[in-house]
């Protein structure tokens, strides 16, 4: 009893670090905090072991298996952090998964997760506890950023109503724990970045940002905003460009030293760069074109540096409106979307006008997730029932059936782009064409 | 001791029941069940030439030249004289009735040329015939084990169990009779330790390039090498409709295949035949064998008029080989054809975690509801 004791003493201080004091005074504000926790754990919990999205979950966690079990220790392919990450988990796992060579093998030793390898997975009688396990790290650090943006609010009303936010955000649940992608690992360095910039810590602001690069690389480009805005002098910017850069870096020496010139190469190819030059303007002579997301980009930059107030809420809204801006201009995978809801949360707290609006994002959004036909329908479910599931029409098939099931999308996707262009404009004409400074978070 | 102290109590011992129990581990699949046959190799005698708890007929004599185990064994001289002996049994259970046999009859191979009865009845607790299975083999001179997988049909209380020469001349040996119940494997000679003179496993079907291999088996002595493409390894049982049937069984291949377009070296099916042989339902998977072994699975739920449930596997395409070891097949209840509640089966001690942990988020959800 003595360990246990001390175990439940070891529990309660990790309470009290990760809920500040100011919310568990307040009776009803923990017992709410407590309530909302409950109800996502159990939303979470019930998901984790039967959904799986095909080829994502499985190719990370294949991959990784060569690290922790295969004694292959370069298998990352570019993005190292992340297979680290899982091998690192892999490996705790261990003991608890005995199994693992019969329920995810690539015969080819290859790094790809094929079909067949996917329907062994999805028949094998431990898969519940396999997705299960496969899930608990990226519970961890969803459940982080729900306690961090306590932290972020000192106004209690509006850190709970963020925690409940975040807690039963649909995107966050479809991201992490039906197409289960680690997007809540580069969501907790992101939120804690912002954290940092709040408390006027740029430095660990920026590393922190920096480390959120090395786990997803779309943080990149949120990095010159950080710069700019936190930085008041061109020294001050260099040193935090040097910190923003700094875990690059040294995952780039990293890569150089144990995997040669080419993971450099790896390393430095944004997988999907690409997806900023989908819509663009030919202008019909040599290779005259212009990228609307490079333009709006630049221009938005362009404009926090002449007109910044190099505050933490010029910060978020500048980078919010980026993604905005990203989300209604290029092309992106379902579980990108979680990009946007640690920054949207932030507004959403301010202006309720916001969570209608983001019901109608997540319905368009829903639409769009039909072009992945069965990978991101009845292939989620085959745990469940195989044979049921992949015999289920996908409702593009529905669709398609009475209505042009591309041009029905494109319709969704189309709304879904001018409501995330509403949202930057709203954001932008309130907060930066004003020059007004009513909303700052407390 | 304190509310949250409790819960937490719970969850460690979840975790530690999760972690001292993982599963997925290799299970034995042999069945392990007793002979319901007493005197099951005629040791015991009560009379010259008559084995305890034996009756039989004329032309039945004891024989010590050369039996296959013991000192015994029983030779049948005259056809359709019978070695008997009743057992008691259950209604629709799956049992394996095998005996070793040799007989010096020189038939020649065509039409009617089965010498031997291994034959059953099913008997009514009245002791009235229900069905009776002649199971007519052809034996050859030297020892080998014959036999096959039973299902009793309903109400059968007694299975009768009669050894017979069945026709030529000469006689028939026996020895070694075996009656067992099948629960955890229904299948006989799963992992292929037993092989004729010719290398091919007893029990099974075997089509060309198909032999048994010492060389890396997944357990025991033996596995399966299969070189041909198409050519398959099969054996039936007996099958009631309606019923859930999940094989499982280990693979590993040499086969060199390309990623892309149809690489999967191998098939399993499992077919649903009627009582006339015809394919009514087949489930078939086409998978890619790894380097190493590695356990697949596959399924069928029998639909109505299945009287037989054959499985089969073949190597697909692809220069090289394809081994098998370690099957087994399970008659599951109807229910367990949702998956989910098999999973829970097979993993009970992550479920047994899972559904704990549940429990307690949703207590403690409502009682912080209610305590609002």
């Given at each position: 009893?003595?360990?246990?004791?001390?175990?439940?003493?070891?529990?309660?201080?990790?309470?009290?670090?990760?809920?500040?004091?100011?919310?568990?005074?307040?009776?009803?504000?923990?017992?709410?905090?407590?309530?909302?926790?409950?109800?996502?754990?159990?939303?979470?919990?019930?998901?984790?072991?039967?959904?799986?999205?095909?080829?994502?979950?499985?190719?990370?966690?294949?991959?990784?298996?060569?690290?922790?079990?295969?004694?292959?220790?370069?298998?990352?392919?570019?993005?190292?952090?992340?297979?680290?990450?899982?091998?690192?988990?892999?490996?705790?796992?261990?003991?608890?998964?005995?199994?693992?060579?019969?329920?995810?093998?690539?015969?080819?030793?290859?790094?790809?997760?094929?079909?067949?390898?996917?329907?062994?997975?999805?028949?094998?009688?431990?898969?519940?506890?396999?997705?299960?396990?496969?899930?608990?790290?990226?519970?961890?650090?969803?459940?982080?950023?729900?306690?961090?943006?306590?932290?972020?609010?000192?106004?209690?009303?509006?850190?709970?109503?963020?925690?409940?936010?975040?807690?039963?955000?649909?995107?966050?649940?479809?991201?992490?724990?039906?197409?289960?992608?680690?997007?809540?690992?580069?969501?907790?360095?992101?939120?804690?970045?912002?954290?940092?910039?709040?408390?006027?810590?740029?430095?660990?602001?920026?590393?922190?940002?920096?480390?959120?690069?090395?786990?997803?690389?779309?943080?990149?480009?949120?990095?010159?905003?950080?710069?700019?805005?936190?930085?008041?002098?061109?020294?001050?910017?260099?040193?935090?460009?040097?910190?923003?850069?700094?875990?690059?870096?040294?995952?780039?020496?990293?890569?150089?030293?144990?995997?040669?010139?080419?993971?450099?190469?790896?390393?430095?190819?944004?997988?999907?760069?690409?997806?900023?030059?989908?819509?663009?303007?030919?202008?019909?002579?040599?290779?005259?074109?212009?990228?609307?997301?490079?333009?709006?980009?630049?221009?938005?930059?362009?404009?926090?540096?002449?007109?910044?107030?190099?505050?933490?809420?010029?910060?978020?809204?500048?980078?919010?409106?980026?993604?905005?801006?990203?989300?209604?201009?290029?092309?992106?995978?379902?579980?990108?979307?979680?990009?946007?809801?640690?920054?949207?949360?932030?507004?959403?707290?301010?202006?309720?006008?916001?969570?209608?609006?983001?019901?109608?994002?997540?319905?368009?959004?829903?639409?769009?997730?039909?072009?992945?036909?069965?990978?991101?329908?009845?292939?989620?479910?085959?745990?469940?029932?195989?044979?049921y599931f992949v015999s289920l029409r996908t409702p593009f098939e529905i669709i398609n059936q009475y209505y042009p099931a591309d041009k029905f999308i494109g319709v969704f996707r189309s709304i879904f782009s001018g409501i995330s262009l509403l949202m930057a404009y709203l954001i932008f004409k309130e907060f930066f064409l004003r020059g007004e400074r009513k909303n700052e978070v407390p | 001791m304190k509310y949250h102290k409790k819960i937490i109590l719970s969850v460690l011992m979840m975790v530690t029941c999760l972690t001292i129990i993982p599963g997925g581990t290799g299970k034995a699949r042999e069945n392990q069940s007793e002979n319901l046959l007493r005197n099951s190799d005629f040791e015991v005698l009560e009379a010259p030439d008559k084995p305890r708890f034996w009756s039989r007929g004329r032309g039945w004599s004891l024989d010590t030249e050369g039996p296959y185990q013991g000192k015994s064994c029983m030779r049948a001289s005259e056809a359709w004289r019978w070695l008997l002996q009743e057992v008691p049994a259950k209604p629709e259970k799956y049992y394996s009735f095998t005996a070793y046999v040799k007989s010096d009859i020189g038939v020649a191979r065509k039409t009617d040329y089965q010498n031997t009865f291994l034959w059953l009845d099913y008997l009514d607790k009245e002791g009235k015939i229900i069905k009776e299975e002649s199971g007519p083999i052809y034996v050859a001179s030297s020892w080998g084990l014959y036999g096959r997988v039973i299902l009793t049909p309903t109400k059968t209380e007694k299975i009768r169990v009669k050894l017979g020469k069945r026709l030529g001349e000469g006689s028939v040996w026996f020895d070694g009779i075996e009656l067992k119940s099948l629960s955890n494997n229904l299948l006989l000679n799963p992992d292929f330790e037993i092989v004729d003179s010719e290398d091919r496993p007893v029990f099974w079907g075997v089509g060309r390039g198909w032999s048994a291999h010492i060389t890396r088996p997944y357990r025991g002595r033996n596995c399966m090498q299969g070189t041909e493409p198409w050519q398959q390894l099969w054996q039936s049982l007996p099958a009631r409709p309606n019923r859930f049937f999940a094989l499982k069984t280990h693979l590993r291949s040499n086969i060199t295949v390309t990623e892309g377009a149809d690489n999967l070296n191998t098939a399993v099916f499992l077919m649903c035949l009627d009582s006339k042989g015809k394919v009514i339902k087949q489930e078939e998977r086409a998978m890619l064998a790894p380097f190493s072994w590695q356990e697949r699975e596959i399924s069928v739920y029998a639909p109505d008029e299945t009287a037989t449930v054959k499985i089969t596997l073949l190597k697909r395409l692809g220069k090289g080989s394809l081994w098998v070891d370690d099957l087994q097949v399970r008659q599951l209840p109807s229910y367990l054809r949702i998956r989910i509640l098999r999973a829970i089966l097979d993993d009970k001690p992550f479920f047994i975690f899972y559904f704990s942990l549940y429990l307690i988020l949703i207590i403690s959800l409502i009682r912080v509801v209610l305590k609002r």
């Open positions: 009893m003595d360990i246990l004791s001390k175990i439940i003493e070891i529990i309660k201080r990790l309470v009290v670090k990760v809920i500040p004091d100011s919310y568990r005074k307040e009776s009803s504000i923990r017992t709410s905090i407590l309530k909302w926790l409950l109800i996502g754990l159990l939303i979470r919990v019930t998901l984790m072991p039967i959904t799986v999205y095909h080829p994502d979950l499985l190719g990370i966690y294949w991959r990784s298996s060569l690290i922790a079990y295969h004694k292959m220790p370069w298998a990352g392919g570019g993005q190292i952090f992340a297979h680290y990450f899982h091998a690192f988990f892999l490996w705790i796992f261990k003991p608890l998964m005995p199994y693992f060579n019969n329920i995810l093998l690539n015969p080819t030793m290859g790094p790809g997760a094929t079909e067949d390898m996917f329907i062994a997975f999805v028949n094998h009688p431990n898969v519940f506890r396999t997705l299960f396990l496969f899930k608990i790290p990226y519970l961890i650090f969803d459940l982080g950023c729900a306690f961090l943006l306590l932290r972020i609010f000192q106004d209690h009303k509006k850190g709970v109503l963020a925690f409940i936010f975040w807690i039963v955000n649909p995107i966050v649940i479809f991201a992490t724990y039906i197409a289960a992608r680690y997007e809540g690992i580069p969501a907790f360095f992101i939120l804690l970045s912002l954290y940092y910039a709040k408390n006027n810590s740029s430095t660990r602001s920026l590393l922190s940002l920096g480390i959120s690069v090395i786990v997803r690389w779309y943080p990149l480009i949120l990095l010159p905003f950080f710069v700019v805005i936190l930085g008041k002098k061109l020294t001050k910017r260099l040193k935090l460009a040097f910190w923003g850069l700094l875990p690059l870096g040294s995952m780039m020496i990293l890569a150089r030293s144990f995997g040669g010139p080419r993971e450099v190469k790896v390393l430095t190819q944004i997988p999907w760069h690409e997806n900023f030059f989908g819509m663009r303007f030919y202008l019909y002579h040599l290779y005259d074109n212009v990228f609307v997301f490079v333009v709006a980009y630049t221009f938005l930059l362009l404009y926090a540096y002449f007109n910044t107030d190099y505050s933490f809420t010029s910060l978020w809204k500048a980078v919010l409106i980026l993604l905005l801006l990203f989300f209604a201009t290029c092309f992106f995978h379902v579980h990108y979307l979680m990009w946007l809801i640690p920054l949207l949360t932030l507004q959403i707290v301010e202006d309720r006008r916001f969570i209608g609006l983001f019901v109608a994002l997540v319905l368009c959004f829903v639409v769009y997730t039909f072009q992945w036909g069965q990978h991101l329908a009845g292939f989620l479910f085959t745990p469940l029932d195989f044979s | -």
